[in-house]
């Protein structure tokens, strides 16, 4: 079983910063995919960002430009950078993690982190 601990979130006015950060424990090797989702009131769950172990990235077109993922794999963790932030952007964070298997994959997920952008 693969842990995943979001953290990072809190409150911030519009044009803001947050790093979101995502450590992984556990049963953690081979972990090929780790991103971002988020989920915001009344909304369904959605990509934010995404990181392959080789450091290919995958960003949701409304956080282009503004949101930067990265990940190390020493330390089994990926961050958001997320920047000039947006209301919204307000939403519920998870991390994910997905393992690969020849015919499956699995997919973890964090308690997640709230983010709340606000005047």
């Known amino acids: 079983q693969v842990q995943l601990v979001e953290s990072g979130g809190g409150l911030v006015q519009p044009g803001g910063s947050l790093r979101l950060s995502c450590a992984a424990s556990g049963s953690i090797s081979s972990i090929n995919v780790m991103g971002w989702y988020r989920q915001g009131p009344g909304k369904q769950r959605e990509l934010v960002a995404s990181i392959t172990s080789g450091g290919m990235t995958n960003y949701a077109n409304f956080v282009k430009g503004r949101f930067t993922i990265s990940r190390d794999n020493a330390k089994n963790a990926v961050y958001l950078q997320m920047n000039s932030l947006k209301p919204e952007d307000t939403a519920v964070y998870y991390c994910?993690?997905?393992?690969?298997?020849?015919?499956?994959?699995?997919?973890?997920w964090g308690q997640g982190t709230q983010v709340t952008v606000s005047s």
């Open positions: 994910n993690a997905d393992r690969y298997y020849i015919k499956d994959v699995r997919r973890y």
